[in-house]
Structure formats: C-alpha cells, structure tokens
C-alpha cells in the first residue's frame, strides 16, 4: 500500500512543531504586550480627568468610579497603575523637573499623545536624575527613596454589599458570595452584606448584572432613612451616579414613581446605566436642575418624599475616594474652607426647596461630609422655615450611637459618621411633616381621611346651627343626640349609656300617662 507525501513522516515534524510553538509564545507575549499599552493609555486618561479636576476643585468623579466605569476594559491594571502614579507623584514630578524636559517642546509632545516614546528616548537623562536624588535624599537605593516619598497609608473598612431585592434575596447572594468571601449580614442595615477589606467584586458576576451593588454601609442608611412606601411618589434631587435611587425603587418594591433629578449630562449618563443594570421600573430621569423645579407643577404635587444629597465637599469620603492620593490632600485640611461656604450656601437653598414642596411628608438631608458648616449649620438655618411649614426632626436608626453635633437643641436626632470610629464621614437629618401620618404601622389612605375631615365638618356645622337657635329662643342649651354625628359616641360604654337614658325616660313617660289614665277613669 502506497503512502502520500501528506501521510509520509518526517524528520523535520519536530523542528516545525518547536517552531508554531515558539511563534505562539510570541504571539501571547505580544497580547500582553498590547493590554499593558492600552492599560497604560486607560491610565492616561483617568489621570489627565483626575488631575485637572483637583486642580479646579471641581472633579467629574472618584477616582474609583472614573477607573470603574463602563468605558475602561482592563480596570485592575488601570487602577493599580493610577494609584502607583498618582501615590508617587511628588517624586516623577522631582525627577523631570531635574532633567529639565518640561517644556515647551515636552508640551506639544505631551498633547500629541506621544508622551511613552519621549519619555522612552529621554530614559538615560531620567536615570541620571534618579540617582541624584537618591544621594540629595540620603538614601541607599531607589526602594528606600520610595519608602520617603510614600504617602501615610489610610486605613481601609469593610467591604459592604447591598443586595438589590429587584433581581434578588439575601439568601441568595448570601450562598452565592460565600463560595469564595467570607460573608455576613450587616446587624442594622436590611439587605446590607459585610465581607474582609480589600475584597475585589468589580468584575463578579453579580456586580456585573446589578443582583448586588457595591455600596457603602452611609450610602445605604440614606434610603433606608427616607422610608419610602410602594406605591409612593419620590423625588431624588441630586441622583447621580444612582445607587441611592435604585435602592429607593427596592424599597418601594419597583411600585409608585421615583424622580430622579441630574443637572450634569455626563452624570446622567452614569445614572441611566445604574438604573438600566438595576432592573428598576418605576424611575423617570430628569436632566435639570432641582432648583429650577416649580413646586407648584402638577407634575410634582404628588411628591410626598424628597432625597436630597447634594454636592458637597466630600471630606468624610477621602479615604475612599483615594483623596489623599491627589496634589490638593494636606495633612492638616484636605477641604478648602471657601468652597465648603459656597457649598453650605447652596445646601441651605436646596434644603429649604425641598421643604417647600406641597404635597412631602418626609425629607432626607444627607452629606458626606465631616464639616460642621455642611452639617448641623445647614440644618440649623432651616429650622425656622421648617418650623412654619409643620415640620420636625425625627431620629434615623435611634440605635445609632453617634449623633449630631450639639450646636442647637434638637441636634440629638441628627446621625452622624466618625472618620476614626467608622472610616468614613457621613450626615444625615431626617424631617418628618407632624400632621403625616406615614408608614407601614400606621398609614391611613387618604379616602379615610377625606371621610373623617368630612364627618368632623359636619359634625361641627349642625352643632353651630343648633346653638344659634337655641339662643335665639331663649331655651337653655341642648345637644340634641340624633342631629351630631360624634365619633365616641361609637364606643360601646356610651351606646349603653344612651340606650340607659333613653329607657328611663320611656318608663317615665309610661308611668305618667299611666297616672293620667287612672285619673280620668276616677
């Protein structure tokens, strides 16, 4: 039997082998290649957003939700490479500045988008200055010259989960995390897990699908404060980037209406995917300003609960947003008091808008923030204005043991955060209109109450008109049972009592026509 040439061995087979071998090693090492570049250029980006941010004091974002977003693919490498950068900042900035490349020439270069390739042609100039700082320094090695220019590490918390009941149960999430986390329930938040610090759940697929969300354990208090009902109509006023909108739509079951109000276009585009992964059917996106609402609008008459978390310094957030890792974080301030009395400015008019809304019965006001002025300060000059409109502070989780500043009388309701004891600094105030009568114990639907308002009218006209006529004709006064409609008179002690009277009179009556029968007869 004859063989092809195809079916025929060889001796060269091997070395063809070690060859397609050898080229895909090749090839991998390009790939790598090729995600480190595009990591580096993700980097790039975040850093150029982040930076000129800090500079104006006005930033997009954290640097965690800039790196975590859609838009970014390789978010582990890209976030290891901001935060090394951004940590070691002080020194390149040392470095360059000794090598004299920062200038007009390096600009261009810079805008262009060649930066790697002239830093790359630059490396032996950088390596000069490296060393001769080493020795400016006193330092044996490079490592020792990082370990001087290391920022002082934060201490981190918890990782925390908020497991969102539209998609699924905390049982669930619960079996599903612990096959790889430790995992427990939060003691006071509901739907709140807690796994160790450090835990990475960017990329799980429950984060991914919006089943749970990675939110903090303030962030969650907010929500769970404001105490919306299914069926309710909400207003969030300052929504962006959504986590706290979503978890009022779990709350309130996906049922009634929530607003969500954004001034910033790329904000709302950062809400409207928060809301979409949630799964949330009953949240309408408004891109406007909260200020700009009518509250006289039709629209909004039916508003009986208002979120409002405005921008704020974000002093209480530091360490999670990696604040100390920016050029503005000092050690003694991080916030520039200025912009904390603009903000307090605008805090106070958001605040008092939302009071003024007709139809609210419940308004949250939260910060994450540590400063007095952002905090008790706002809640304090509205108080006159709440005072008027009926309202009164009420105590979110009575259970909590930190609480509002003593500044005022009242500031006990207030729940406050602590930097050191917490790790993280939040606000929140609660206002509750007295005449509301809400939540699941004790809610009354307002055909009820139309129904007693309308008997209690009445009630008070018939009783007018009946002592005006007996005035006029001189009669003393009597109120006659069958024209009031009185409410206790529905108890069963007075039902006896009437009927009692009633009887004895009856009797009376018989008796006396009784006499006068005898009489007549005689």
Known sequence: MLR????????????????????????????????????RREAAKVLRTVLQGDARRKAIGSIKSLVYSPSIRNKKATFALVCQTLKYLPLIKDILAATNILNGKWKAILFAGAAEKF???????????????????KVKNVQDLLTLYNRTPVASRPRYVRVNSLK???????????????????????????????TDL??????????????????????????????????DACA???????HLAALMRGKGKIIACELNKDRVKHLEDTIKRSGAPNIDVLHDDFLNINIQDSLYSKVRAILLDPSCSGSGMAAERLDHLLPSYTAGESADMQRVKKLAAFQKRALEHALSFPAVERVVYSTCSIHQEENEDVVKSVLPLAAALNFQLATPFPQWPRRGLPVFEGSEHLLRMDLAEDME???????????????????????????????????????????????????????????????LMTSPFLKMLRMSSHGSMVRKRTSEKGSLLRLKSK
């Open 168 to 198: 699924m149960n905390v049982e669930s999430a619960l079996q599903e995390l612990g096959k790889v986390h430790k995992v427990s329930k939060d003691d006071m938040v509901p739907d709140l897990l807690v796994l160790p610090s450090g």
């Open 119 to 137: 830093l790359l042609l630059q490396k032996n100039a950088l390596q000069t200055a490296l060393a001769r700082l080493c020795v400016r320094q």
């Open 202 to 235: 960017h990329n799980h697929p429950l984060v991914m699908n919006g089943s749970v969300f990675l939110q903090g354990k303030a962030s969650c208090m907010v929500a769970v404060s404001l105490g919306p009902e299914p069926g309710w109509e909400v207003l």
């Open 425 to 487: 600094g939040f606000f929140i105030a609660l206002f509750i209109r007295k005449n509301a009568v809400t939540g699941p114990e004790t809610a009354i639907s307002e055909e009820m109450k139309a129904s007693k308002m309308s008997t209690r009218a009445n009630s008070i006209n018939v009783r007018s008109k009946n002592l005006s006529s007996q005035r006029n004709k001189g009669r003393p006064l009597l109120h006659p049972r069958k024209k009031i409609s009185c409410p």
């Open 240 to 246: 962006a980037p959504g986590n706290k909108t979503v």
């Open 4 to 39: 092809t040439n195809r079916e025929r061995p060889t001796a060269a087979a091997p070395a063809i082998a070690r060859k397609a071998e050898s080229s895909n090693s090749s090839r991998r090492m390009s790939n790598l290649d090729r995600s480190s570049y595009f990591a």
